[in-house]
């Protein structure tokens, strides 16, 4: 595994890798992605096997437009509508699968659907437009672990089991795309991402449905899952910390105080890390996963964590640590 600076040579590189079949971690603009050619079963079979993942759990397919996508899924007017919108961008659309398509059975996991996604992230364009293939691209963590939002977290979670990473620095946004069903007559949010049900329900005034939180909503198979764990225990909702405990932020440590005694803002270096002190959600979004594996590396077997406001983008990062809380 090596990781490299993308720039014209490394991407043709990459491009050449994905069409021998390997794997190449790539910058996408919410987290680095695991990725592989998405019509060749041998190749996503390896993402299965790199990442420890079910094989119940499909993968996302990443294309670089609507052309490309109609190719694969029945692109209708109302994903026309929402790609219009959002493409390219952090929002994945369930669509039913075209017969014989050509992209690999185990990338749908059996379901009739592909989720499909155009990324933003300049990098991730490039390689889809050099190796002039769909990529399937899960986020490139080991299963289970907490999504990798620069090129190191890649290498710390894969390492050799990853032909190439390709380094585009950090990632922006931060948390996985939003992901909408678009498979049925309603449209159903089964992932809460930056693109917010609020963002959705503008587009011609159709509310989308909520299908992830609650036991018995329609949901992704992933979202089942044991997700985005650290090693530490995560308590939610802090209004103040013990001594031995990390303090995960979110705006002002003015009021925030140590359990028997003296103020988190104190606390020394290192066992303080805020999300946001301007109390900005997508500053904290951009800031979630790399501040949990910070702590997690620090050694710290608790970690408290401020309450983030449920509204916009606080929603899907209460989701994330939600279920990182989850034992
Ligand atoms: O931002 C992202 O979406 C990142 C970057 C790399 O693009 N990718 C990502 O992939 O988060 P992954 O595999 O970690 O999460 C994909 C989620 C899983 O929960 C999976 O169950 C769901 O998408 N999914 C994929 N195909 C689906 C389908 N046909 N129907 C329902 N859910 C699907
Ligand atoms: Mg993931």
């Excluded at 996503?44 to 190719?71: C, D, W, Y």
């Excluded at 899924?73 to 919108?85: G, M, N, S, T």
């Excluded at 802090?238 to 003015?254: C, M, N, Y």
Aim: aromatic share 4%; with cysteine; proline share 7%.
């Amino acid at each position: 595994m090596s990781i490299q600076t993308a720039n014209s040579k490394s991407i043709k590189q990459a491009a050449d890798v994905l069409r021998a079949g390997g794997l190449v971690a790539m910058p996408t603009e919410t987290v680095y992605g695991l990725a592989a050619n998405a019509l060749d079963g041998q190749a996503v079979a390896r993402i299965f096997a790199a990442k420890g993942r079910p094989q119940i759990n499909p993968l996302i397919v990443h294309v670089t437009s609507v052309e490309q996508a109609m190719r694969y899924v029945e692109f209708d007017i109302r994903a026309q509508k929402y790609a219009d919108h959002f493409w390219p961008g952090p929002l994945t659309l369930i669509l039913k699968k075209k017969q014989g398509c050509g992209i690999s059975e185990l990338v749908s996991a059996g379901l009739p659907t592909i989720g499909l996604r155009c990324p933003a992230h300049p990098v991730a364009q490039q390689l889809l437009k050099a190796s002039d293939l769909p990529l399937a691209a899960p986020s490139a963590n080991a299963s289970g672990t907490i999504s990798p939002t620069a090129p190191i977290h890649v290498a710390e979670s894969l390492g050799d089991k990853v032909d190439m990473i390709l380094s585009g620095g950090n990632c922006d946004v931060g948390l996985e795309s939003t992901i909408l069903d678009l498979s049925g007559a309603v449209p159903i949010i089964l992932r809460p991402g930056t693109v917010t049900a609020e963002d959705l329900a503008a587009v011609e005034g159709i509310t989308p449905e909520i299908g992830y939180g609650n036991p018995g909503a329609p949901t992704s198979p992933g979202q089942l899952l044991k997700h985005y764990a650290p090693n530490a225990n995560l308590r939610l909702n802090a209004i103040d910390v013990a001594p031995d405990e990390a303090l995960l932020g979110f705006g002002s440590l003015k009021f925030m105080g140590v359990k028997g005694g003296g103020f988190a803002k104190d606390l020394p270096d290192g066992q303080v890390l805020n999300l946001s002190e301007g109390a900005d959600l997508y500053q904290a979004a951009s800031h979630l996963f790399a501040y949990l594996r910070r702590l997690d590396n620090a050694g710290y077997k608790n970690i408290a964590v401020m309450n983030i406001p449920d509204t916009g983008l606080g929603v899907a990062i209460n989701d994330r640590l939600t279920r990182a809380a989850r034992k």
